[in-house]
């Protein structure tokens, strides 16, 4: 290995890359854009979808009306509903998403409650259906209300103490720091955001300085150079990992601006609505991270994007031509993300087992780091896993270049 | 007298033994690309190698330059062998063939500069080598554009200033007139023929049997992988009682039914 020719290849194949359209587009453009696309466009959608779903209201149907109108009086007082004239095609229309909720009660309910009868209301949703489901559970709250309304008025009635019916108050309190909400909610999104830009990053770069070279013919040229091959592929390798490291931190350095201008706009907003659903969707988008968190993602990212890089370029050198080259890249896309989803799902956590699974552990640890927990033990075994591998990508990638099968594939 | 001998013909610069290339082939199975083939050039000496295709050429060449490893047989290049010592042979030959070519994203003057610096040159050494080959091959017009714009006449030269650049001893073409118009082809035969006057060895594999009349102090008929006849034009035309080269050729593997042959394998 000699280190000055690594520099000459790596200078070389940095300069042609840059002059590659498909690299720029790749490792700059892409990555800065698409991140406050994503935000923004998600922030506008949501913030628009809750306004709307709130300026509507639930359009509910209450079938047997006619032996109801006190409720209805009551439901219509309620800002949160918009009781609609009553047709015998209800469930049709729940399914058409015309109606979100329907009440179906006995022709005598009213009547039946008072004399004490039990009576039974239903409410008719159409599960999976999100707004019909949000109306369900905003009736269901409604008649909860508005039974205990009831009750106690009978206590009142009867001269009973209304406590009766409570013998204990309930409450919720969040014990939570802002930091910790923020590495569990986007904790587990954002080192699977930098997997995959990570990869992607490499992708183009491996294939086109290997598959694209044999393609091309160049490879051949350059190997008639004196330069032993190892240079050549630590050459190549650090362009491909250059190229993976300025994807990641340009998505990052795009992210990082995207939220801090759109934080404060999403903040205004949230405020000028004043409702606590926007609220709590503008604090969706801007969680408090915990910055030594971020340091090291980055840390425990650099070793898997060492392996990225000299996988795929072990993979495509192996292709004859760019497009056999994409054809294997593609799949592996999948490959890496399955790991890196299987980390989001809640129940699977962080164990021995867990930290030798390359992607999954980086997965995993890097939702802990984010919301200030160091593992330190897990994060050694993680980061020293992650390097093995690495180094077993680029000794099969060396490995790859000295087999003339390979390099001269007919 | 001794002395006199020893100059007019020196030690020979490429020595290959017995070389053998056999290739897997899913479908076709084991292909003995190069057979059995022995042959020493000296400096001062164009070798051609003469054959149709898929004759071998380009595999014999690969083995010679270490591209590819011999399956048998051993090659020594300037002192060198091919396979225990392939960087120090690299360094002493220039390697041209229709599959080595050019960054199209970089500029004549870039390209050769790469190379230059791969061969461990200075800048200096890089700046005023370009300056020379510039000349010699007439190409100070299209120097700092980019390959992928030229014409094939302008990468062919742009090539062989980028085989030349290190000045090696050892100077193997491959076909290196493959689709180039008269004028051109004939400004590269002129350059190869002024390598020799500097004392270089050169090997010349072509198809094109005027060039190979015109050119090579030996020819080589290679067929099938096989090297079937070696000698001068003189030598040749009395082995084979011929004057033309192209019946020589026809003669020497076995007639035309042998070449169709070959072809169809
Ligand atoms: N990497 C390889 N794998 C398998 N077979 C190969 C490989 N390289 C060459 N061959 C086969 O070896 C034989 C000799 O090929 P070679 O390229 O040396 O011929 P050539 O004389 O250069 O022909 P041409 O005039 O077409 O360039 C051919 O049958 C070819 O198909
Ligand atoms: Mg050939």
């Known amino acids: 290995m000699n280190w000055q020719a690594i520099l000459i290849v790596y200078l070389k194949e940095l300069k042609d890359q840059l002059r590659d359209r498909r690299t720029i587009i790749s490792t700059i453009v892409l990555p800065t854009v698409i991140m406050p696309v994503m935000m923004f466009g998600f922030g506008v959608v949501m913030t628009k979808i809750i306004k709307k779903a709130q300026d509507e209201g639930t359009n509910v149907m209450i079938v047997g009306s006619a032996g109801a109108p006190e409720l209805i009086k009551a439901l219509k007082a309620d800002p949160k509903f918009r009781v609609v004239a009553e047709t015998g095609d209800y469930q049709q229309r729940i399914a058409d998403k015309k109606l979100r909720v329907a009440l179906e009660l006995p022709a005598d309910f009213e009547a039946q409650v008072r004399v004490g009868q039990p009576a039974t209301a239903a409410v008719l949703y159409y599960e999976g259906e999100i707004k019909s489901g949000i109306g369900a559970r905003e009736l269901e709250g409604f008649m909860q209300k508005y039974r205990t309304a009831l009750v106690e008025g009978r206590l009142k009635e009867r001269g009973l103490p209304l406590e009766l019916t409570k013998p204990f108050e309930l409450k919720r309190r969040n014990v939570a720091p802002p930091e910790k909400v923020g590495g569990a909610t986007i904790g587990g999104f954002i080192p699977y955001i930098i997997i995959i830009l990570c990869f992607s990053g490499a992708m183009y770069p491996a294939m086109d300085l290997t598959a694209g070279e044999k393609e091309r013919g160049t490879m051949e040229t350059l190997m008639c150079s004196p330069t032993s091959r190892i240079n050549i592929v630590f050459g190549k390798f650090l362009t491909v990992l250059t190229a993976s490291v300025a994807t990641m931190v340009f998505a990052m350095i795009s992210m990082a601006g995207t939220a801090l201008i759109g934080g404060s706009l999403f903040a205004g907003k949230a405020a000028a609505m004043q409702s606590a659903a926007a609220k709590s969707a503008s604090a969706g988008f801007m969680p408090t991270i915990d910055p030594a968190g971020m340091l090291g993602v980055f840390a425990l990212v650099a070793p898997v994007a060492v392996f990225f890089a000299a996988l795929l370029l072990t993979v495509s050198l192996f292709a004859k031509s760019y497009k056999e080259a994409q054809s294997y890249a593609g799949p592996l896309i999948i490959v890496v993300i399955i790991p890196a989803v299987f980390g989001l799902l809640p129940g699977i956590e962080l164990s021995a087992k867990t930290a030798l699974i390359p992607i999954l552990n980086l997965s995993l640890v890097c939702k802990e780091m984010l919301s200030g927990t160091w593992n330190w033990p897990f994060i050694g075994l993680i980061f020293g896993s992650s390097c093995l591998y690495a180094a077993i990508g680029l000794a099969v990638c060396v490995k790859m270049f000295n087999r003339e099968d390979v390099m001269f594939r007919a | ?265």
Do not use: W
């Open chain 2, 1 to 265: 007298m001794y002395l006199v001998y020893f100059v007019v013909t020196p030690n020979p610069m490429i020595e290959a033994h017995n070389l053998t290339k056999t290739f897997k082939d899913k479908k076709r199975g084991v292909i003995t690309a190069v057979d059995n083939v022995s042959f020493t050039c000296r400096p001062g000496q164009i070798y051609g190698l003469l054959g149709a295709n898929g004759a071998g050429k380009t595999t014999t060449l690969r083995l010679l330059a270490t591209l590819l490893q011999p399956t048998t047989g051993t090659c020594v290049i300037a002192g060198h062998d091919t396979v225990r010592a392939s960087e120090q042979v690299r360094a002493q030959v220039g390697f041209l063939a229709a599959s080595t070519a050019l960054y199209g994203r970089l500029t004549a003057r870039e390209m050769i500069t790469y190379f230059g610096e791969l061969n461990g040159m200075g800048d200096d050494a890089i700046h005023a080598r370009i300056k020379q080959l510039a000349g010699e091959l007439d190409m100070h017009e299209f120097l700092d554009r980019r390959c992928d714009k030229f014409s094939t006449g302008m990468k062919q030269k742009t090539s062989i200033a980028r085989t030349l650049v290190h000045d090696p001893a050892v100077m193997i073409f491959d076909e290196p007139t493959l689709g180039l118009d008269v004028m051109t082809a004939r400004a590269i035969v002129k350059f190869v023929r002024r390598c020799r006057e500097r004392g270089k060895t050169v090997i010349y594999s072509t198809h094109v049997m005027s060039e190979v009349e015109k050119l090579c102090d030996i020819i080589g008929i290679i067929h099938d992988g096989r090297l079937v006849t070696e000698g001068t034009l003189p030598q040749l035309r009395e082995r084979y009682a011929e004057p033309d080269m192209e019946e020589i050729f026809v003669k020497a593997v076995g007639g035309e039914a042998a070449i169709a042959a070959a072809l169809n394998r």
